[in-house]
């Protein structure tokens, strides 16, 4: 009997829907672009390692919120990665564990809405994974998403990341759904 409470115990703690994978959350965020006009996103290899990479990062730190020098170890990350990328952007979800969800979370905010649709992006990768977050079993997502190469064919032009740094200072926990976006120029 006792095995029996420790099982039911642990199952209890991992959500209902957690099949969703990183070819699910780029299937409905290559979806959302369609319905926008933009064109797909290709799954790289490269930036779903240094998604898994910023996804450690997270993990490592208990938090998804977002800290001082995390654009610096995203464009730390996809150097390690080999990634060469003209800009990148980063998503980051908490609590949510369904692709439609997240995705639809993300399209509710404006900066993380961007990184989604953004016709200078071109690719992506992501990591997911069940994690101890604020002293809670949850599960994480992390999306990167890259523009061209430099010395490739031009991206439309992009803003600064002073609307990250805007969202960063006002970065607040939504009951169980933690989202927070970086988007670094190089």
Sequence with gaps: MRWLLIVLGLLATVPAGAATTSTDIVDTINLARSGEGQPALTEDTGLAEVAAMRLADVTDRGSALHEPGDEEALSA????????????????????????????????????RRNVL???????????????????????????????????????????????????????????LIIVVVIVRR
Excluded: K
């Design 77 to 112: 990350a996809a150097s390690a990665a080999g990634v060469d990328a003209a800009f990148l952007g980063e998503n980051i979800s908490s609590g949510l564990v369904d692709a439609n969800a997240i995705v639809n979370a993300w399209l509710g905010s404006t900066s993380h």
């Design 118 to 176: 953004d016709a200078a992006f071109s690719r992506m990768g992501v990591a997911t994974a069940f994690a101890r977050l604020d002293g809670r079993p949850t599960f994480v997502v992390v999306a990167v998403f890259a523009g061209a190469a430099p010395g490739s064919t031009p991206a439309p032009e992009r803003s600064p990341s002073t609307t990250v740094r805007a969202l960063l200072a006002g970065a607040s926990t939504v009951m169980v």
